[in-house]
């Protein structure tokens, strides 16, 4: 059965940092893009980063500089490191996995950044 998995978000104050991790379960994920979204309360769900199969990364605008996506393939993980965070950034974080046809997500973790 393939499935990702998302997990490490939680409450943290604004300038703090969280690493996400994204874990596959059933599929390799070197041989997939990946893709990190969010979606907050009463908006549409968007992009904030990217890496493909070869490590090349894109970032939203939004959280350039500040978030940096990553590969660690001996244990099939994706990684997103998310520092200086804004109260803007509360959402709930979701990843994707996607080659040719096949596209999964992960159920989500919650990011919440609040004083």
């Known amino acids: 059965q393939f499935q990702l998995v998302e997990s490490g978000g939680d409450l943290v104050q604004p300038g703090g940092s969280l690493r996400l991790s994204c874990s596959a379960s059933?599929?390799?994920?070197?041989?997939?893009?990946i893709a990190w979204f969010r979606q907050a309360p009463g908006k549409e769900r968007e992009g904030v980063a990217t890496?493909?199969?070869?490590?090349?990364?894109n970032y939203a605008d939004s959280v350039k500089g500040r978030f940096t996506i990553s590969r660690d393939n001996a244990n099939n993980t994706v990684y997103a490191q998310m520092n200086s965070l804004k109260p803007e950034d509360t959402a709930v974080y979701y990843c994707?996995?996607?080659?040719?046809?096949?596209?999964?997500w992960g159920q989500g973790t919650q990011v919440t950044v609040s004083s």
């Open positions: 994707n996995a996607a080659r040719g046809f096949a596209n999964y």
């Open positions: 059933g599929f390799t994920l070197p041989n997939y893009a």
């Open positions: 890496i493909s199969s070869g490590g090349t990364t």
